[in-house]
């Protein structure tokens, strides 16, 4: 079944079973993508060519409603003890770092559940709170 997206989609990329995958929230349903990926940079280009699409079809989502907190993240580069930690909103930082190559080519850095006790970013600090 294939269904329209909203203007605005609520489209993530998460790291769950060790996997990264596009996830995305339709009322108040969580589904994930069937396809896994090592590289969470592989799993934002699938979002973004599905977000182009403008729709997505069910048969390759299964839904995910056991799990809640798997869109709070934080993105930190684990080979540089001195960085902080991001906020991730699903598709870029909060502080959009990310996405305007703020943090280089970004392949040092993953997603955790945890700020694993960094400090977070100011900037992602404040626009997270802007969000809200
Ligand atoms: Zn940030």
């Not at 489209?11 to 596009?22: A, G, Q, S, W």
């Not at 589904?31 to 060519?49: P, R, T, V």
């Amino acid at each position: 079944m294939k269904i329209k997206l909203s203007f605005k989609p609520k489209i993530y990329t998460v790291r769950f079973d060790d996997k990264y995958h596009v996830a995305i929230k339709i009322e108040t349903e969580n589904y994930i993508h069937n396809y896994s990926f090592e590289s969470f940079k592989n799993a934002i280009d699938l979002a973004n060519k599905i977000l182009e699409a403008g729709n997505i079809d069910l048969q390759y989502w299964r839904q995910e409603n056991n799990k809640n907190d798997i869109y709070d993240k934080f993105l930190i580069c684990k080979k540089k003890r001195q960085t902080k930690a991001h906020i991730w909103t699903g598709l870029d930082t909060s502080c959009t770092m990310w996405s305007t190559g703020g943090l280089g080519n970004g392949k040092d850095y993953n997603l955790y559940n945890t700020n694993l006790g960094r400090d977070i970013c100011t900037m992602c600090c404040q626009n997270s709170k802007k969000d809200n």
